[in-house]
């Protein structure tokens, strides 16, 4: 299995990004998903999450900010980042709980994305 995240980059503060992350392989299902962020000298810490009904969960930090969806045909996950500060700066990472066989779920990271916010 391999989660490849895509849409990162450089962007001014209050701007938007997508990032996207698609999960390929020999999948049964996929449970969780979510984005993690691990900025310079810092630990990797949750932004969002997403489950596969569609309950999600937020950082306090990008609530009302950041929108996290999937779509489960394409096994496919995505945060929406708009009004961007520089603290949002890091490397984003995609994550996904991942069924290989029913009931045995193994724990996959996407090689991570930079989004540097700076004017």
């Known amino acids: 299995v391999q989660l490849q995240a895509s849409g990162g980059g450089l962007v001014q503060p209050g701007g938007s990004l997508r990032l996207s992350c698609a999960a390929s392989g020999s999948i049964f299902s996929i449970n969780a998903m979510g984005w993690y962020r691990q900025a310079p000298g810092k630990q990797r810490e949750l932004v969002a999450a997403?489950?596969?009904?569609?309950?999600?969960n937020y950082a306090d930090s990008v609530k009302g900010r950041f929108t996290i969806s999937r779509d489960n045909a394409k096994n496919t996950v995505y945060l929406q980042m708009n009004s961007l500060k520089p603290e949002d700066t890091a490397v984003y990472y995609c994550?996904?709980?991942?069924?290989?066989?029913?009931?045995?779920?193994?724990?996959?990271w996407g090689q991570g994305t930079l989004v540097t916010v700076s004017s």
């Open positions: 997403i489950t596969s009904g569609g309950s999600t």
């Open positions: 994550n996904a709980d991942v069924e290989l066989v029913p009931t045995q779920e193994y724990d996959y």
